[in-house]
T-cell receptor, first 114, second 117 residues
Framework: AQSVSQHNHHVILSEAASLELGCNYS??????LFWYVQYPGQHLQLLLK??????LVKGIKGFEAEFIKSKFSFNLRKPSVQWSDTAEYFC????????????FGSGTQLTVLP | GAGVSQTPSNKVTEKGKYVELRCDPI?????LYWYRQSLGQGPEFLIY????????DSGLPNDRFFAVRPEGSVSTLKIQRTERGDSAVYLC???????????????FGPGTRLTVL
């Protein structure tokens, strides 16, 4: 079965710092990749997704992610974080094929200090 | 438009009791998913409905868990003989379902926090 690893459990940054959150998956075939975000007191929201094509994907609020197939990675980046980016971030995967359920990583809590 | 709604937002019950959790998907979404999120973990898949039928229930942990979606819209997750280990946030998501060749974005509800004492 596929799995998703997020190695950073808690990241603390100051405003304007650059962000990179790691995500690795274990699945040998074609995958669909997602980053979801959960702001304090809110529900999970889609940040960005990759299905095919350009491996550099741009999402909302200035976030982007790069799919590197050879490394089984889909890291999330933002050049300059804001206090409002404080949230929990989840990477998730759906293998191509008939499966439809998301397999999530354990999440990374990002705290941005003002 | 309205998003996915879930009721109740919080449920406290005693060990051994029966609970029902409700999910109201986005109008027009034919696919509906249930996930469970324990503290410090990402959501884990429980069951997926396509229309009225359960297309994949491989994530249900045991036969105490059951879900229905009789009219292809609202779904109810039912847990019998609750145990303390069932305490978690139960999330519902829905998506359009444009066919097997398409993976559609899942939109999540706010969740039901279940506490089993």
């Amino acid at each position: 079965a596929q799995s998703v690893s997020q190695h950073n459990h808690h990241v603390i940054l100051s405003e304007a710092a650059s962000l990179e959150l790691g995500c690795n998956y274990s699945y040998g075939g074609t995958v669909n990749l997602f980053w979801y975000v959960q702001y304090p007191g809110q529900h999970l929201q889609l940040l960005l997704k990759y299905f095919s094509g350009d491996p550099l994907v741009k999402g909302i609020k200035g976030f982007e992610a790069e799919f590197i197939k050879s490394k089984f990675s889909f890291n999330l980046r933002k050049p300059s974080v804001q206090w409002s980016d404080t949230a929990e971030y989840f990477c998730a995967v759906i293998p191509s094929g008939s499966a439809r359920q998301l397999t999530f990583g354990s999440g990374t809590q990002l705290t941005v200090l003002p | 438009g309205a998003g996915v709604s879930q009721t109740p937002s919080n449920k406290v019950t005693e060990k051994g009791k029966y609970v029902e959790l409700r999910c109201d998907p986005i109008s027009g979404h034919t696919a509906l998913y249930w996930y469970r999120q324990s503290l410090g973990q990402g959501p884990e898949f429980l069951i997926y409905f396509q229309g009225t039928g359960a297309a994949d229930d491989s994530g249900l942990p045991n036969d105490r868990f059951f879900a229905v979606r009789p009219e292809g819209s609202v779904s109810t997750l039912k847990i019998q003989r609750t145990e303390r280990g069932d305490s978690a946030v139960y999330l519902c998501a829905s998506s359009l379902s444009r066919g097997l060749r398409n993976v559609d974005t899942q939109y999540f509800g706010p969740g039901t926090r279940l506490t089993v004492l």
